[in-house]
């Protein structure tokens, strides 16, 4: 009995240890919503400038690193040439960075030299019986909603297929406190769905020390200076 107990023990931990240092691959897709779809199709204002952005995101790659309690995310350019007029596609590969834990998301501005936390994200999840397979795992859904003080405009609804095959519990990108790793991720703008699951025999996340705030703070800081500037241009 003993003996029994202490092989399940051991198996236990070397699950863990092998299916806690991780990385995951997604494809990234743009959603796309019924006025940018016209927007698109009569060719209006800006619509060069998203048609560029869908097109670049058919080369980026998203990246997770699972390890040490936490996870790290980030887009990956597949060798596409950005050149300087694709500036919202250059925008999005510079901020999708997350480092995130249980209980902590927090997203990396390197131009800033700042981590802000997803502040909004503070509702509770709702988990519906239902099972899909993606990259080969028994996946069950979860959505909550993501409110952000003072501006109910950005407002959405956040929803992700995870499995709890792997013993990672550190979320991804804003989303935290699921009981396993996330496989799909959608917001209102983009989805990410893995493709590819692989151990690591070495995993070590190392993010430089950087000054931190929340996503609220960090608005009304930004709300600020665009009322300077405007008060200046009067």
Not at 79 to 104: E, N, Q
Not at 199 to 214: A, F, G, R, S, Y
Request: charged share 30%.
């Amino acid at each position: 009995m003993f003996k029994r107990f202490i092989v399940t023990v051991l198996f236990s931990t070397i699950y863990f240890i092998c299916f806690s240092q991780i990385e995951v691959r997604y494809d990234v897709e743009y959603i796309i919503n019924e006025k940018l779809k016209e927007t698109l199709e009569l060719k209006q204002s800006g619509s060069d400038m998203f048609a560029m952005h869908i097109k670049a995101l058919e080369n980026f790659e998203g990246v997770l690193i699972a390890c040490d309690n936490k996870s790290y995310f980030t887009v990956e350019n597949r060798g596409m040439d950005l050149k300087p007029t694709d500036y919202m596609s250059i925008a999005y590969f510079d901020l999708v960075s997350w480092i995130t834990t249980a209980t902590k998301a927090e997203n990396i501005q390197r131009r800033n030299f700042q981590r802000v936390e997803a502040d909004y994200n503070k509702e509770p999840w709702v988990f519906i019986n239902e099972a899909r397979v993606i990259a080969g795992y028994v996946c069950q859904k979860a959505y909550k909603k993501l409110k952000y003080e003072n501006q109910p405009e950005l407002d959405q609804l956040l929803v992700v297929w995870f499995t709890t095959d792997v013993a990672v519990t550190s979320g991804f990108t804003d989303a935290t406190g699921i009981p396993g790793l996330i496989l799909f991720y959608a917001n209102n703008e983009y989805k990410y769905t893995a493709k590819e699951v692989a151990t690591l025999k070495k995993c070590k996340i190392d993010l430089p020390e950087m000054k931190t705030k929340t996503f609220t703070q960090s608005n009304k800081e930004a709300a600020a200076r665009m009322e300077e500037r405007r008060n200046r241009k009067k």
